[in-house]
């Protein structure tokens, strides 16, 4: 009979020492991450580091000086990590320092100016003496981890080699390759709890509010919260489609050319919301929380946008509207038309004060074993340029970078709400019935 309370089995390796790096914005259950995954290692006698503030300090070493304990880099020692899964914060800190940043092709490889930031990476890395790199963040760090092995495949056979595997962050959930990220239940409790909050406040005025919650690709967690929150809508941009659609010509400022986009249509966004409020009151609650993703910011039509400033790409800066305000001033014109009389709205934005809170249970398991997935991963299944997942019931498994990122745009492709699925229909169940 097996011993079901036997250590997992020691596996032959070659790592001395693996570097931990966490970048891009905080998550609840991210130290349940890195604790886990050190402590896997340490555990089989492999030394751990932990990158302090993302590749910040990775991506300016000249070779001129040795990166510094304490400073750089600490030491992720058994005391180090002591009672840290379910701590708050991020232990080894974060930063948007990117260093794949100019390379968007295949051929920027050759670019040496292009690749700069990434050899100084690199060789900030071969420095410490690190056999293996974990990276812990969004999108676009699971996008700088591929970049970091394509790099290395570019320098043959006979250099040095850093194998990298990659674990999913962000409180979006917006990910490709794995069903939940750690942080996001925890994120969506926390911003539900306030919504309950809300709704207190709301039916004490007998006024609405409208809250703006993060998400600018897709609306998974303005769904949740408003799920779990018991909000009377919830609108993201999965849902504008159909005759909440429109469209118009611009004019793109990065390449003078003009375009088609697709935009909200204003007025039967309008006309939806209003609907759901007059119902409610002939229910007898004349107040609410409606929710919408600020993401919608994007589909808003150009005359909203007058002086917003936009990237090299042409996006607007979503952090310069508030969208929840203009929306709630567009809510409460509309609701005064349609019925005649006046009701208060309240425009809030919620969301930042969800990425650093206590992480719940689920988060913290969800967590220890994508930790302990990267040390499977490289010293068990001896992968690289892998992201580890999970499925059912936390059953490991690892995705190819390849199956995540576009070989030729190296982007990732952002995971929406399917609108025809049990997750998107579940909102309009529990939301409040109109006749259309």
């Known amino acids: ?44 006698g492999v030394e751990v580091i932990g990158i302090k503030h993302g590749y910040s300090s990775l991506m300016e070493y000249d070779g001129s000086a040795e990166l510094v304990e304490g400073e750089d880099y600490v030491i992720l020692d058994h005391t180090f990590l002591t009672r840290s899964r379910a701590k708050q914060g991020i232990m080894i800190g974060t930063a948007r320092a990117n260093p794949g940043k100019s390379i968007s092709h295949p051929s920027h490889y050759e670019d040496n100016e292009r690749v700069a930031p990434m050899k100084r990476t690199y060789e900030a890395l071969c420095s410490l003496g ?75 005025g007998r006024a609405y509010f409208l809250c703006e919650l993060m998400g600018r690709s897709a609306g998974w967690l303005a769904y949740g919260a408003a799920i779990a929150g018991e909000a009377s809508l919830v609108i993201s941009v999965e849902d504008i489609i159909g005759e909440y659609a429109t469209e118009e010509k611009w004019t793109n400022p990065a390449t003078g050319e003009t375009e088609t986009r697709t935009i909200m249509n204003m007025d039967k966004v309008m006309e939806r919301m209003v609907k759901t409020m007059l119902v409610r009151e002939q229910e007898g609650k004349p107040f609410g929380v409606i929710v919408v993703a600020e993401g919608l910011a994007e589909f808003l039509p150009m005359s909203y946008l007058e002086g917003i400033p936009r990237d090299d790409h042409g996006h607007i800066s979503i952090s310069q509207i508030n969208l929840c305000q203009m929306m709630g001033e567009l809510l409460s014109s509309a609701y005064e038309a349609a019925s005649g009389s006046t009701r208060k709205i309240n425009g809030l934005q919620l969301g930042y004060e969800s990425r650093c809170a206590r992480p719940h249970a689920y988060d913290v398991m969800l967590g220890s074993q994508l930790g302990v997935g990267a040390y499977r991963a490289l010293v068990e299944e001896n992968l690289n340029g892998v992201m580890v997942s999970v499925t059912g019931q936390l059953d490991l498994h690892y995705v190819p970078f390849e199956k995540l990122v576009d070989p030729e745009t190296l982007v990732t492709v952002v995971r929406f709400i399917d609108v025809k699925s049990d997750f998107h229909r579940l909102a309009r169940f529990l939301e409040t019935y109109i006749n259309e």
């Open 130 to 204: 690190v056999d293996a790199l974990i990276s812990l963040g969004g999108d676009d760090t699971l996008k700088t981890a591929n970049k970091f092995k394509l790099y290395q495949d570019h320098l043959g056979d006979d250099a040095r080699h850093i194998p990298v595997v990659h674990l999913p962050k962000t409180i979006d959930n917006d990910y490709m390759g794995i069903d939940f990220t750690f942080g996001f239940f925890t994120a969506v409790e926390t911003l539900a709890s306030e919504i309950r909050n809300l709704l207190y406040d709301a039916e004490a």
């Open 1 to 44: 009979m097996d011993n079901t309370l036997a250590r997992p089995p020691k596996t032959d390796h070659s790592f001395n020492r693996v570097a931990i790096l966490f970048a891009g914005g905080p998550a609840p259950a991210a130290n349940a991450v890195i604790s886990t995954a050190a402590v896997s290692f340490l555990r089989n």
